[in-house]
């Protein structure tokens, strides 16, 4: 009896222990860290923004953590940034647009594990499109001048020549007129002198 006794306490204490000893270690401090943090240019002009977030007293992951992460640029107010998952748990990541050139803030906060981190990035130079889109208005402008300015050469052309045309046909028939005139005086005059020697025979 007093054997069996003792082995039931023993067993008691021993689940007691188990227990004790197994339920801190799965438990999450309501502290964390935020670390390999980091901003990097994407190829559309943007900047992905990546943190880690982890627990203070085991260093897991802290996922689906309540997380507030703005952006500060040279000018303007702060920009909130969604972050979402990233590859592995506690991480996440998100993207950020930039619009001048300089030295960005961003701000991390979490609540649940209660963490906290700033850190800042630069932007030497800013990604943009508007240069192709500004040429394509200039060239369709310019072909519609072109053929304007085309059209009023050769219509202005087209009048010299006919103006030269039409003075040129003047002067040759004056000058076929004039000679048709001539030709019909010495006829004449060939005829009557040819008539009067016939009156004098």
Not at 78 to 105: F, H, I, K, L, N
Not at 140 to 145: F, I, M, R, S, V
């Amino acid at each position: 009896m007093r054997r069996s006794l003792v082995g039931a306490l023993a067993v008691a204490a021993a689940v007691l222990l188990a227990v004790a000893t197994a339920a801190p270690a799965g438990a999450h401090t309501d502290t964390g860290t935020f670390s390999a943090t980091r901003a990097e240019p994407a190829a559309d002009g943007t900047y992905t923004i990546d943190l880690l977030l982890t627990y203070d007293n085991d260093g897991h992951g802290a996922e689906d953590a309540a997380l507030t992460v703005t952006v500060q640029g040279p000018t303007g107010g702060p920009v909130p940034v969604t972050m979402a998952p990233g590859d592995r748990a506690g991480a996440y990541t998100g993207e950020v647009a930039v619009e001048t050139t300089g030295e960005y803030t961003v701000t991390a906060s979490s609540t649940e594990p209660e963490a906290s981190t700033t850190f800042t990035f630069a932007v030497a130079e800013v990604a943009t499109t508007t240069t192709t889109a500004a040429e394509a208005p200039a060239t369709t402008a310019a072909d519609p001048e072109a053929t304007t300015t085309t059209a009023a050469d050769r219509d202005g052309t087209d009048d010299e020549g006919d103006e030269d045309g039409n003075l040129a046909s003047i002067v040759v028939n004056g000058l076929l007129l004039i000679a048709g005139a001539a030709g019909a005086f010495f006829a004449i005059r060939w005829w009557r002198n040819r008539r009067g020697d016939a009156s004098a025979s």
